[in-house]
């Protein structure tokens, strides 16, 4: 059975970081390219960012650009989400997904960004 499942979700202050990651099980994540999608109240899935299997090429959103870096430990099956210098409108649920249309995602994890 595919699952992957989120966490490292949180409140914090604008500007401030958080790390989130995303186990996976049930598939070759070594060979997988993965994403990182969020889905703010109100609005439509957004993709934000996917990284290839070896780990070196990475794509971001304009939006996240410069800001949120997308990561793999394919030792650990595992992805991550360094998020910094966080604004008010990266409030979303956030999932990892097994394409950029947010196909197969897992439960999400909730980042919320508020003073």
């Known amino acids: 059975e595919v699952q992957l499942v989120e966490s490292g979700g949180g409140l914090v202050q604008p500007g401030g970081s958080l790390r989130l990651s995303c186990a996976a099980s049930?598939?070759?994540?070594?060979?997988?390219?993965m994403s990182w999608v969020r889905q703010a109240p109100g609005k439509d899935l957004e993709w934000v960012s996917t990284i290839y299997s070896g780990g070196r090429t990475t794509y971001y959103a304009d939006s996240v650009k410069g800001r949120f870096t997308i990561s793999r430990d394919n030792a650990k099956n595992t992805l991550y989400l360094q998020l910094n210098s966080l604004k008010t409108e990266d409030t979303a649920m956030y999932y990892c997904a097994r394409d950029p249309y947010g196909g197969g995602r897992g439960q999400g994890t909730q980042v919320t960004v508020s003073s």
């Open positions: 049930g598939f070759s994540f070594p060979s997988a390219v």
